[in-house]
C-alpha cells in the first residue's frame, strides 16, 4: 500500500510550530544557564580573591641561594597573597619546600598557598598569638629548573 504524499492532510497550525517552540526554549534556558553559571564563577574568584588578600605570609629562604624569598613572595603577591615578612630561614639547608599553617582554620589558608606554589608539605603549627597565617619556607627544590614545553612554556 503506497502512500499518496500530495493527498496527505496538511499539519494543523498548533503541530507545526511545536518544533520551532521546543527550539527556542532549549535555547532561552542554555542562556539563562549559562548566566547564572557566569554569575556563580565571578563571585567565586571575588571570594578567593578576598580570601587571599586577608592571609598573611612570612616567606622565609631555606637555601643558600641570595633573593630566593623575594622571587616567591613577589610570586604570591601576584597572586594577591598578604606577604608581610621576608626573611632568612635559620638553616640554609631545607631539602624541599614547607608551608606552615600558623592558624587554626582547618588549614584552608596554608592549602591555598601550598596550590600557588605547587607545595606538597603543609605543616600545622598554630601559634595563637602570631599576627600570621602561614609561614613558607622556601627549599631546594624550588631551584630545580622547571620543565619547558612547547614554546618555552614552563608546566
Not at 13 to 31: C, H, S
Not at 88 to 104: G, L, M
Not at 115 to 131: D, F, G
Request: charged share 25%; glycine share 8%.
Amino acid at each position: 500500500m503506497a502512500t499518496d504524499l500530495k493527498n496527505r492532510p496538511a499539519k494543523t497550525g498548533r503541530n507545526r510550530y511545536l518544533p520551532l517552540a521546543v527550539i527556542f526554549l532549549i535555547v532561552v534556558m542554555a542562556v539563562i544557564g549559562g548566566s547564572v553559571y557566569m554569575r556563580w564563577r565571578q563571585n567565586r574568584q571575588a571570594d578567593l580573591k578576598q580570601r587571599k588578600a586577608q592571609i598573611r605570609i612570612e616567606v622565609l629562604n631555606g637555601t643558600k641561594k641570595s633573593g630566593l624569598a623575594q622571587e616567591v613572595a613577589q610570586q604570591l603577591r601576584d597572586s594577591g597573597f598578604d606577604v608581610v615578612d621576608i626573611a632568612n630561614a635559620e638553616n640554609d639547608s631545607f631539602p624541599e619546600t614547607v608551608v606552615v599553617d600558623r592558624a587554626d582554620d582547618g588549614q584552608g589558608n596554608a592549602i591555598l598557598v601550598a596550590k600557588e606554589l605547587k607545595c606538597k608539605n603543609i605543616i600545622p603549627q598554630i601559634e595563637p598569638t602570631s599576627l600570621l597565617e602561614v609561614t613558607v619556607i622556601i627549599g631546594k627544590d624550588h631551584l630545580k629548573e622547571k620543565k619547558k614545553g612547547f614554546l618555552g612554556i614552563s608546566f
